[in-house]
């Protein structure tokens, strides 16, 4: 078999990596390799703090997706040489004041509801957990199963993984109708020049330099009504995001974006103010009209494997795995019918 993926960021060269791991003949095309969502992005893998309402038919495949990211993992560092600032320390959850402190403890219901891990911590235990929290915070919950890897570090050992295994790869656009095998659009988006009802959100996210003695632990809040994370890496980067809109056409940061972020980081971390501003990144997360990802077969010979929003490298693993089975053998049990690339909501 001879398979093209439309797509070079985590997603399509997860997909290309098992694929030539059966054997197949696999070839990436992509006009700027590494450009898109996946170069921005946090990298959590949040099966837990990324469930919302109304997207409850994700929780599943995102838990599965997560459990396999160890094994993942593990696999990719050895056959690529390639370490992955993977870490398995978990993430706390907190609220900035009393309205925010609520919103959170709805999103826990939800997470109670749908059985999922959860941890409530008062004021001491925040601080056990994460010495550098500030005072302020005074109750937190534990989600010991969400955790976070680079996604710049996974694309580069994908990359290497795959081009042992022979893997073509190819800086030109795939156009709808080209060739004769198989074709997997995992474009992000890109995939809408594709016919796939994908949309752009803006995110601004900032890269910081820590010293020693930093942040362990993935920070998830709500800060003045708004979500933020605060990502620790292992080598002292840390990574504070991200703004939410939908100007799709504004590949710059404001100052305004730069300052809300960093006040907001340093009123739950305040020593976040001492560290090093390393870069600005404006990503654009590929997103469907119900947020939930396009996965399966679109016609006789393509599949979708694209529009996965936030949830883009937590999915990589279980993405991969169900995209290949279905184009070699026409099915999958991991895919749920609400990511059906044709449902009613995507056309």
Not at 281 to 290: H, K, S
């Amino acid at each position: 078999m001879r398979l093209t993926v439309a797509g070079a960021g985590i997603i399509g060269l997860a997909t290309a990596w098992r694929a030539s791991q059966k054997g197949w003949g696999v070839t990436v095309r992509d006009p700027r390799p590494g450009s898109g969502a996946t170069h921005a992005a946090a990298g959590m893998l949040a099966a837990v703090t990324e469930a919302e309402f109304g997207e409850e038919d994700l929780v599943p495949f995102a838990v599965e997706s997560v459990r396999l990211w160890r094994g993942f993992a593990e696999e990719l560092q050895a056959e690529s040489g390639v370490g992955l600032d993977y870490s398995p320390e978990g993430t706390i959850l907190l609220g900035w004041n009393e309205s925010d402190r609520a919103a959170v403890r709805r999103q826990v219901g939800l997470y109670r509801r749908l059985a999922l891990p959860v941890e409530e911590v008062g004021a001491r235990g925040l601080r056990k957990q994460e010495p550098l929290i500030g005072h302020r915070c005074r109750e937190g919950f534990v989600i010991g199963s969400d955790h976070s890897v680079d996604p710049r570090a996974v694309l580069t050992a994908l990359d290497t993984a795959c081009r042992k295994r022979g893997v073509v790869f190819e800086e030109s656009a795939y156009h709808r109708g080209e060739g004769t095998g198989p074709i997997v659009i995992a474009a992000g988006n890109g995939s809408r020049e594709l016919g796939l009802p994908v949309r752009p959100v803006r995110g601004v996210v900032l890269r910081l330099r820590a010293g020693e003695g930093a942040l362990t632990r993935t920070i998830r809040a709500i800060v003045d009504g708004d979500p933020l994370y605060i990502v620790p890496r292992p080598g002292g980067e840390v990574v504070v995001g991200a703004t939410s809109d939908e100007i799709a056409d504004e590949e710059r940061a404001t100052a305004g974006a730069v300052l809300d972020l960093l006040r907001k980081a340093a009123d739950l971390v305040p020593e976040i103010r001492e560290y090093h501003l390393g870069e600005t990144t404006v990503g654009f997360r590929p997103t469907t009209p119900d947020n939930l990802p396009l996965i399966g077969r679109v016609d006789d010979r393509t599949w979708a494997a694209t529009g996965h929003y936030r949830h883009g490298i937590a999915l990589a693993p279980a993405t991969a795995r169900a995209v290949v089975e279905m184009v070699g053998t026409g099915s999958s049990g991991l895919v749920p019918p609400s990511f059906d690339p044709l449902r009613a909501t995507a056309v």
